[in-house]
């Protein structure tokens, strides 16, 4: 059997290395080769022995998805359709900023939570994506872009924002995060790494003892009664549970704060009374808000809260000193904005080829 070793974190890999009777010093080579320098070659991984690098190229390899498109915004946003098999595919965003590229990674194709206001939900859930499809999308946007003049990759940050809900595929997320964050593979900042969620209790919990990275919460409601028809996961982890493990979380995470995502949907979540009930909800959780303009798609029930609604509910939250900024909008005129990922991805496994819609 042929691996993928960008499946493997560096204790899987060790442990893979060990059961070919190589020392544990070898996996850290290979992670440095793999992630450091972005080289799948064996046969350039210069510093193994050339009885290992046969061996390698016998059991091994490094593959990351098939890009099946790949589009660039006028912003210089980028986005890659990439190939999950079977007539699925996700997509990863990489936008460009003055002194930092964050890219945007998918953990699942499709997403079971279907929120009401984003497009991955209506086209329901497929299945989780594996170590290296995960990571894979750092690897290759690291590869496609090139480093830049100082010799530097252009991922500074990495947001698991994409399709899909992070903490329900907990193990291949984590040890993703793993090799996001070892100084031998791309040696990131637990501060730069980012892992949104909808509100899954017991697996932030996890997270917190696991893996601690920033965190940002999917809130979009002052209360549970909005909340259950918007975000319907609210229905099993109610915004008081959401809140205690919020407060937890904090005990290890490496920020002081919570980041919470509340996209604005017009006459829906963002009056100033919506704004003065989220800072009674979150008066025991230090946090920040970031509003995010809402995207539209096919058959959207919402519209996008207009430019005074959203300054009048952010001068609220600001009032009551909690850090508030409204994301801006990018990527938008290639559908790579926030809850709008989309692409047509043909399904080669029916002899009609029919073409699935896949959105985030």
């Known amino acids: 059997m042929v691996e993928n070793l960008l499946n493997f974190d560096a204790q899987h890999l060790t442990a893979w290395f060990a059961a070919m009777g190589e020392k544990p010093f070898r996996a850290r080579q290979v992670l440095r080769w793999i992630h450091r320098a972005g080289e799948p070659d064996f046969d350039a991984m210069t510093d193994l022995a050339a009885s290992l690098r046969g061996k ?84 290759l946007a690291n590869r496609e872009i090139g480093r830049d003049a100082d010799g530097l990759w252009p991922v500074s940050n990495v947001v698991l924002m994409g399709m899909g809900e992070p903490l329900l595929n907990f193990d291949n997320t984590v040890s993703a995060l793993h090799l996001m964050l ?24 996890r997270l917190r003892d696991e893996c601690p990275v920033a965190l940002a919460v999917s809130l979009h409601a002052p209360n549970d009664a909005l909340r259950n028809v918007l975000v319907p996961i609210n229905r099993k982890y109610p915004l008081r549970e959401l809140m205690a493990a919020c407060q937890r979380y904090l005990e290890c995470a490496p920020r002081d704060f919570i980041t919470f995502e509340y996209v604005m949907l017009e006459g829906v979540n963002d009056s100033t009374g919506d704004a003065r009930e989220l800072i009674a909800l979150v008066r025991d959780v230090p946090c920040k808000f970031n509003l995010i303009p809402f995207n539209p798609f096919p058959q959207a029930p919402y519209r996008r809260s207009g430019t005074d609604a959203v300054r009048r509910f952010r001068d609220v939250l600001m009032q009551a000193d909690i850090v508030t900024t409204t994301r801006k909008v ?19 496994t029916r002899k009609t080829h029919r073409v699935m819609e896949v959105r985030a």
């Open 182 to 205: 070892d100084d031998n593979a791309y040696g990131l900042s637990r501060r730069r790494v980012t892992v949104s969620t909808s509100g899954i209790v017991p697996a932030m919990d």
């Open 330 to 348: 990018r990527g938008d005129d290639i559908a790579a904005a926030c809850g709008q990922l989309a692409g047509q991805v043909q399904d080669k």
């Open 56 to 139: 390698l190229k016998e059991t091994a390899c490094v593959l990351a998805p098939n890009v099946m498109r790949e589009e660039l915004s006028e912003d210089g946003t980028r986005k890659w359709l990439l190939d999950a098999g079977t007539g699925n595919a996700v997509e990863t965003v990489f936008i460009p900023e003055t002194g930092r590229g964050t890219l945007c990674v998918s953990t699942q194709a499709g997403c079971a939570l279907d929120c009401a206001f984003c497009s991955t939900g209506k086209q329901g859930f497929n299945r989780n994506l594996g170590v290296a499809e995960i990571i894979g999308q750092l690897w």
